[in-house]
């Protein structure tokens, strides 16, 4: 398991006064303020932050310890933010991961041959997807749903993805590239 886990991202200033608003990876976005200081990536910098005003869908509005205009709120756009794993609850549910638990795990298909590794973590919009590294071979996204993912092993550090998912069909039986092995 990673030793920090990304809870938000600064995204840009509102007003003039050095508000932030930031984008929240909580199950409940004014909950990131709960974890204390937040670091940046590289761990050098700590930010403390108090909730100003509402919080949408996934954001809240943030002042920020030291943050004080607008000028300066907008330098640090595209900060990541992050807390101690030590810090955050275990899951309850048996079915609740955190993302950056899973990155690293093998992926094995459903009958035990190895498919590659979690390389990244995605949520598009139309559901969370796993990117699966396969080496030399090109990444493929896997949905992350119980149908092609029937079995996730945090702790024996693998998942287990369904071959019916499709996912992994071998290239070399279309390798047109037409998607009808080779008919056009």
């Known amino acids: 398991m990673p030793d920090r886990v990304c809870v938000g991202v600064v995204v840009g200033a509102h007003g003039v006064r050095g508000l932030a608003k930031v984008k929240s990876f909580t199950a ?3 909950d990131i303020v709960s974890y204390g200081p937040l670091a940046d990536e590289s761990g050098g ?4 932050l108090e909730l100003r005003g509402g919080a949408g869908k996934d954001m809240v509005l943030a002042a920020i310890e030291g943050v004080n205009d607008r000028d300066a709120a907008t330098a640090l756009r595209g900060t990541r933010l ?3 794993r030590s810090a955050l609850p275990e899951p309850e549910d048996a079915d609740e991961f955190y993302w950056s638990d899973l990155i690293g795990l093998a992926v094995l298909l459903d009958d035990g041959e190895p498919a590659g590794t979690v390389t990244a973590v995605h949520d598009f919009g139309a559901g969370t997807v796993l990117e699966v590294g396969r080496g030399n071979a090109p990444s493929v996204m ?3 749903t119980r149908a092609a993912v029937p079995e996730v092993d945090v702790a024996g550090g693998r998942v287990v993805a369904a071959r019916a998912s499709g996912v992994f069909d071998s290239e070399e039986e279309d390798p047109s590239g ?4 080779g008919r056009k």
């Open 178 to 181: 037409t998607g009808e092995n």
């Open 142 to 144: 896997l949905p992350f």
């Open 28 to 30: 409940f976005p004014p």
């Open 82 to 84: 992050y807390v101690p």
């Open 45 to 48: 910098r700590a930010f403390r």
